[in-house]
């Protein structure tokens, strides 16, 4: 049963349009999404774009086009509006400045003079004396003359939140009871010198002013937590928030050397995956196992039933690896799930420029449709699709040396004047029928059907590699296909 209370869930995912998205925030949004349906409550999507110096219009259409991909849909949020709109915080601002003001104005955060370099000085020295390094509170009590002083000298003050002098608990969805001593949370910054809001503030504002009941986020944001939830206190004894939500941070997502993903590793970059042709619900499946999973150890299943199973108490706290190895292989489970039509629609980009090196009038939709299912059991991501069948399009198969060598060994030109014949004679309604020829090919020559068969291949589509060969050659087709043993006799005479 649920562990979650009765209240309507209202959940959130507030990403900064900074860079590509990565794959650490589309595992964030799927766990809220996931959540969200499981409850029947609302997601909502906030923008977190009040870093102007970091945030890009371009990043922010691509994150939106990317949520489409992949499938996710919100109650609230950019394109479809609601009752807390606008949901970018830059067209927030004005709310930001009211509350802090409020804040201040009933003494729960304050102005802090202090200088970089004097702070850095006190923090060296609380160190050197092994106290406490966070900031001291210098700033919490100056009387009208300090203040005055210090505008005298031309400071322009931050506004810093001031934390109550006692220990935080809460309950983590995820990880259970934490406790941060006050000594470890200290007074923090809130408004830039320059009157920005600080992400310190901006996000747990919002979050009390769209009402948000649970925020599900990374696990590096968990040190915010006390001071969000202590701020939030502050929020509902001014009357703007009505209550703290619970917090379940997520496990951190390591890649490559157990070191953790970051955004920079080109393999957390969600475009590449996107680019390589994995399926939106492939990706999301795997994407779900990185710190959940699905009770009798499943591990390819749809979205649906990830819905209708979730419940982040199940969430495992330890941090979870990224294997790409088993996401490519649960991502070729999904595309063996699809129906061939919406196999060979979704397959389309890989078919034509930039990705496909034939000319488009020598693609040819009937051989199209014949070799696609023979294709959609092999591929472990769609744009191998364009290798897999290039040899229908292209006038002559592609020169892979590497296949070239390997393939075509003393006593192989042989091999291919017998096959050709053999061949030649075959009923070409039948792939068994090109089968029997190779094999006899092969038996004349005293070669196995693998051996006999690798010659063959590589003459008439390049490479050792690829599709079942006698259905290849069928639909090749017999001119093409001895036309192709001829050029590579020759080739080998040569
Ligand atoms: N904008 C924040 C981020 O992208 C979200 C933090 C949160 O979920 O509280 O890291
Ligand atoms: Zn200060």
Redesign the pocket.
Known sequence: MSSVASAPVRV?????P?GNPHVG?VR?ALFNWAFAKHHQGTLVF?I?DTDAARDSEESYDQLLDSLRWLGFDWDEGPEVGGPHAPYRQSQRMDIYKDVAQKLQDAGRAYHCYCSTEELDARRDAARAAGKPSGYDGHCRDLSAEQVDAYKAEGRTPIVRFRMPDETITFIDLVRGELTFTAENVPDYGIVRANGAPL?TLV??VD?ALMEITH????E??LS?TPR?IALYKALIDLGIAKEIPSFGHLPYVMGEGNKKLSKRDPESSLNLYRERGFLPEGLLNYLSLLGWSLSGDRDVFSMDEMVAAFEISDVNPNPARFDLKKCEAINADHIRLLDVKDFTERCAPWLKAPFAPWAPEDFDEAKWQAVAPHAQTRLKVLSEITDNVDFLFLAEPVEDKVSWTKAMKEGSDALLRTARERLESADWTSPESLKEAVLAAGETHGLKLGKAQAPVRVAVTGRTIGLPLFESLEILGKEKTLARIDAALAKLAA
């Open positions: 959130r995912f507030c990403p900064s900074t925030l964030t906030r977190e992400y996000n747990p979050d925020v599900l986020r990374g590096d944001l915010s969000q």
